[in-house]
């Protein structure tokens, strides 16, 4: 199961027992008032909480971002390699 599934998966199921609970779907005896004042904004502050991540992680995997110092001098010698051989075919620069 990819990871998008997974997480569509578990917003799907959070946002069935959402409706639920709000709804009253099952017919239940209604919850007390200070539940549906939680449960009203739930979506919201997930949102929330998920964009806070998500900015969070973006941030810590720039922040940490390795350096490949080998792999510029090599792409910095196949650039210098390209260009001689486009000069000797009469390109200029």
Known sequence: M???LQWLWSLGL???VWATLTLDLLGLSPLPP???????????Y???????????VVGYRVATFNDC??????L?????????DLAHHGLKF
Do not use: H, M
């Open 34 to 44: 200070p539940w549906y004042q939680v449960l009203w904004p739930l979506p919201t």
């Open 46 to 56: 997930l949102l929330v909480v998920f964009g806070c991540y998500s900015l969070a």
């Open 14 to 16: 959070l946002g069935v």
């Open 2 to 4: 990819t990871k998008l």
């Open 76 to 84: 910095q010698a196949q650039i210098r390699e390209a260009r001689d």
């Open 69 to 74: 110092e080998e792999a510029s001098l090599e």
